[in-house]
């Protein structure tokens, strides 16, 4: 699941603003039309649209009327055109807000953020982890690096889990096998070891020298944030 779907034919405004926003810490999907947007969303869910009205073919207007039919995702518009008129169509569309163009990135950010708050609960936004250059997104059991998936197993999406939650810490091998594996489980603890490994070839640049997840000898594993 992606925090963001942009959608704004301008390619190098759609660029910056996704640039600018996941610096912010959300995961973006940009598009450049309408069309593509609808497309997207066929197959994928997002937590907010930011939709400019001004598109080739399909407007914004339209698209979130369509969007309107199956689904009540927040919708903030961009538009140069801030007319009591327009604004009145965006809302009557179902927009939740208006952000006018040229875009104050900073008042996009806040109202982006408003919306996230007003319509997901706490319990929700925690669901969204940022431990560094890995995300985690706990509703949709993905796991990100540099705002690209990680391939994970169960097993291992649990464990990165687990040690993200816990920036800094020493974990015990007991503790993380127990946690993970269950203390009646038929399992060795040597596949603590070799999932240990398994991750590390998958989120570090270089896993025989890993910065991520830090052996302590004699002990376990702690997870470092970079």
């Keep these: 699941m992606k925090d963001i779907l942009l959608v704004e034919d301008h390619e190098e405004l759609n660029q910056l603003m996704r640039i600018f926003l996941e610096k912010e810490g ?11 947007a609808l497309e997207v969303l066929k197959t994928e ?8 009205v001004s598109l080739p073919k399909t407007d914004g207007f339209a698209v979130c009327a369509s969007v309107r039919e199956t689904s009540n995702v927040p919708v903030l518009f961009l538009s140069a055109r801030v007319d009591k008129e ?3 169509n965006g809302f009557m569309q179902g927009a939740d807000d208006y952000v006018e163009k040229p875009v104050d990135m900073d008042i996009l950010s806040a109202k982006i953020k408003a919306l996230m708050r007003r319509n997901y609960s706490l319990k929700q936004e925690n669901t969204l982890i940022h ?7 706990k509703e949709a ?4 690096l540099n705002n690209k998936e ?3 197993t169960v097993k291992e999406y649990e464990l990165l889990l687990l040690l993200a939650e816990n920036p800094g810490k020493t974990l015990s091998k007991e503790y993380l096998f127990n946690r993970i594996w269950g203390i009646d489980s038929f399992s060795e603890n040597q596949t603590l070891t070799v999932h240990i490994k398994m991750l590390r070839d998958k989120i570090e640049e270089e896993p025989k020298k890993p910065k991520r997840i830090q052996t302590i000898w ?5 997870y470092e944030e970079i």
Excluded at 45 to 52: F, G, H, M, S
Excluded at 141 to 144: C, I, M, R
């Design 26 to 36: 959300y995961l973006v999907e940009g598009v450049l039309s309408g069309e593509e």
């Design 45 to 52: 869910k997002v937590k907010l649209i930011v939709l400019d």
């Design 86 to 88: 327009n604004k009145m």
């Design 131 to 137: 431990s560094g250059a890995v995300s985690i997104d």
């Design 141 to 144: 059991k993905q796991a990100f």
């Design 150 to 152: 990680i391939p994970l």
């Design 218 to 222: 004699g002990i376990g594993y702690r």
